[in-house]
């Protein structure tokens, strides 16, 4: 399996908990390295932007609402195998439907506020690499 990148978003809701850091060891432990790093509070635009592919979802409204609700953290996670590896951390989008110790069931309260973002796809996670970090926004792990 060769080496991925895939973008995660720590959404508002555990910013606002402040989990940032055992999300992380979450993606360490697994082996994952974090190669990209930012904090931002999303505009509007931004926010609609990047969830452009649900703007005619009946909860397209309330997820830009919560996205630009505070502050997220993007990163970007490189390893083998990464965006699945990401998404099975992260545990399915409701959390009442996530497995036990996924990062949704411990730390999501419902699916409009359920904690992370994880490209679904290895084509994704280019676009929404380059959305957030540009074409040379990244750090080479080599040691
Ligand atoms: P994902 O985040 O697990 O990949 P998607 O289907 O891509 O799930 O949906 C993007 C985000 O939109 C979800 O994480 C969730 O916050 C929100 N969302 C998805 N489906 C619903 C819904 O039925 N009601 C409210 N919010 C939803």
């Excluded at 390295?33 to 609609?48: F, G, P, T, Y």
């Excluded at 630009?68 to 490189?78: A, F, H, I, R």
């Excluded at 996530?98 to 994880?118: L, M, P, Q, Y």
């Amino acid at each position: 399996m060769a080496v991925e990148q895939t973008i995660s978003i720590i959404k508002p809701d555990a910013v606002a908990k402040n989990v940032i850091g055992q999300i992380y060891s979450r993606f360490e432990n697994a082996g994952l390295k974090i190669v990209a790093a930012k904090m931002v509070h999303l505009s509007q635009e931004r926010a609609e932007g990047f969830y452009a592919v649900h703007k005619e979802r009946p909860f397209f409204g309330d997820l830009v609402a919560f996205m630009t609700s505070g502050p997220v953290m993007v990163q970007v996670l490189e390893g083998e195998n990464a965006v699945t590896k990401n998404r099975e951390l992260m545990g399915a989008t409701n959390p009442k439907n996530a497995d036990a110790g996924t990062i949704r069931a411990d730390f999501a309260d419902s699916i409009d506020e359920n904690a992370v973002h994880g490209s679904d796809s290895a084509e994704n996670a280019a676009i929404e690499i380059a959305y957030f970090f540009g074409t040379d926004g990244l750090c080479p792990r080599t040691r």
